[in-house]
T-cell receptor, first 118, second 116 residues
């Protein structure tokens, strides 16, 4: 496997289900991201993990719970979702250089998980 | 908070011609980075080009170049000699320079269709 992979690629779940999305990066990066891509809204940054610590949480509802067990893996645990949570969920990774203001912060994206909540 | 605006929901161009996609942004940051990402149909998002705000010279990558107007907060993408494989959604994105990781804010995207 190369780059950033995500599983599953498609997921249909009921509002009372619990499921998890998985992301794995094979690039040796140490920062990982979750984004939500809805049909009618710009991509929204949800969470950022750097060096396995959550450093950003952009007011995401608690029904989304991220987990980063190591620098190569990122999970998004889902429970009690709403139909409006249906979207493409993208994972990305980058190299955190450890110095504020030092770019270029290039992010590499996975193919996404298409989530449908029924 | 930063905002990124792409005012062209859809654009089309003939193969081999040149097209320019527009992007404006709003920020109070002095140090930041701008990007154009490409998302082909049903394929992964990939970086097209990036620009550091402190650099006056416009970035270029083969057929792709930007026109970065810092005072006007404008960051347009020019695609020369358009190819069928350029058909995709293009996103303009901004990240502030105050952290060691990225915090991308994306525009709404422009769907570009290249016609043979």
């Amino acid at each position: 496997e190369t780059g950033v992979t995500q599983t599953p690629r498609h997921l249909v779940m009921g509002m009372t289900n619990k499921k998890s999305l998985k992301c794995e990066q094979h690039l040796g990066h140490n920062a990982m991201y979750w984004y939500k891509q809805s049909a009618k809204k710009p991509l929204e940054l949800m969470f950022v993990y750097s060096l396995e610590e959550r450093v950003e949480n952009n007011s995401v509802p608690s029904r989304f719970s991220p987990e980063c067990p190591n620098s190569s893996h990122l999970f998004l645990h889902l429970h009690t979702l709403q139909p409006e949570d249906s979207a493409l969920y993208l994972c990305a990774s980058s190299q955190d250089l450890g110095l504020a203001g030092v770019g270029p912060y290039e992010q590499y994206f996975g193919p996404g998980t298409r989530l449908t909540v029924t | 908070a930063q905002t990124v605006t792409q005012s062209q929901p859809e654009m089309s161009v003939q193969e081999a011609e040149t097209v320019t996609l527009s992007c404006t942004y709003d920020t109070s940051e002095s140090n930041y980075y701008l990007f154009w990402y490409k998302q082909p149909p049903s394929r992964q998002m990939i970086l097209v080009i990036r620009q550091e705000a402190y650099k006056q010279q416009n970035a270029t990558e083969n057929r792709f170049s930007v026109n970065f107007q810092k005072a006007a907060k404008s960051f347009s993408l020019k695609i020369s000699d358009s190819q069928l494989g350029d058909t995709a959604m293009y996103f303009c994105a901004f990240t502030p320079g105050g952290t060691s990781y990225g915090k991308l804010t994306f525009g709404q995207g422009t769907i570009l269709t290249v016609h043979p």
